[in-house]
């Protein structure tokens, strides 16, 4: 079992900044795929950016440039620090998880729509003002 618990979301203007947390807590599986979803009201859940257990990253066209998907190993700790924040990220962001990896064995990224975490948090808002 795999626990997440998302925090650092709120409100902020246009051009703004903030980062989003993740910890997780659980089973200490050997291998990870985390990801960043996020769900505005009257839209389908989208994917952010996703991290591979070796780092790898992969985002959505929209935020890449401005969104930077990390992780603390140590702290067992998930970030998505988000910059130059446009009023379209407004939105509920998810962080999931699963076990193993993200990319298939030859290396390729599956698309973020593709990727089907098992694990979720609760989610933290995150509300841009123009």
């Known amino acids: 079992q795999v626990h997440l618990v998302e925090s650092g979301g709120g409100s902020v203007q246009a051009g703004g900044s903030l980062r989003l947390s993740c910890a997780r807590s659980?089973?200490?599986?050997?291998?990870?795929?985390m990801g960043w979803f996020r769900q505005a009201p009257g839209k389908e859940r989208e994917g952010v950016a996703a991290?591979?257990?070796?780092?790898?990253?992969n985002y959505a066209d929209s935020v890449k440039g401005r969104f930077t998907i990390s992780k603390d190993n140590a702290k067992n700790t998930l970030y998505l620090q988000m910059n130059s924040l446009k009023p379209e990220d407004t939105a509920m962001y998810y962080c999931?998880?699963?076990?193993?990896?993200?990319?298939?064995?030859?290396?390729?990224?599956?698309?973020?729509?593709?990727?089907?975490?098992?694990?979720w948090g609760q989610g933290t808002q995150v509300t841009v003002s123009s």
């Open positions: 999931a998880a699963d076990i193993g990896r993200c990319r298939a064995y030859d290396g390729s990224w599956p698309t973020l729509a593709a990727l089907t975490p098992y694990y």
């Open positions: 659980g089973y200490p599986y050997s291998s990870y795929c």
């Open positions: 991290i591979d257990n070796d780092g790898s990253t």
